[in-house]
């Protein structure tokens, strides 16, 4: 009788064992959820980031998974998909200097009016590619102050007052509009939770 209890001990320990190995295989300590492994909202952050003047008027902008150009806020809602998808494709991306392969993943919005200088944007590099996105948005950032620079003093002042900086998130960020400091601290903020 003593033999079976303890062969049962030894099997129900066994088991336990089973269980537990099984329940923490392919763990890496981290939470599900952890910061690392959930993707940015861009769109949301720039939204949150700037006045409600500004989503009421300026559209955000960002590539679908389907390779298609999107948009949202702003007068996007003027515009059929594929009509905003070329407006995008041809004129904003090239604004903005940002080449295929050069980012994994963005958000941004623009003025295209030629008396407005207004580019705010969200771009994730590419592997290796992080130099190549400073220098396409700082490239925006000069061509804005040379196009203002003898044209509408205000709007120099604006694109001379821009920033582009790398965050130790690793995203690149443009901010180029009034009160550009506060935009840029609530990205900072937003970007690294």
Known sequence: MKLKRIFAALLAGAALLALVGCGT?????????????????????????????????????????????????GYSKDYEADQLNDEIANMMIPMLNLEDGMAEDFAASLSTMMVQSYGLAIVKPAEGRTQDVVDALNAYVESEQQSMEHYLEDQYQIAKNAKVETLPSGEVVLVCCEDSDTVLANLKKALAA
């Open 25 to 73: 295989s392919g763990s890496t300590g981290k939470p599900a959820s952890s910061a690392a492994s959930t993707p940015k909202d861009y769109t949301q952050i720039l939204h949150d980031a700037r006045g409600a003047e500004d989503n009421e008027y300026y559209m955000i902008f960002t590539k679908g998974a389907d390779g298609k150009y999107t948009a949202q806020y």
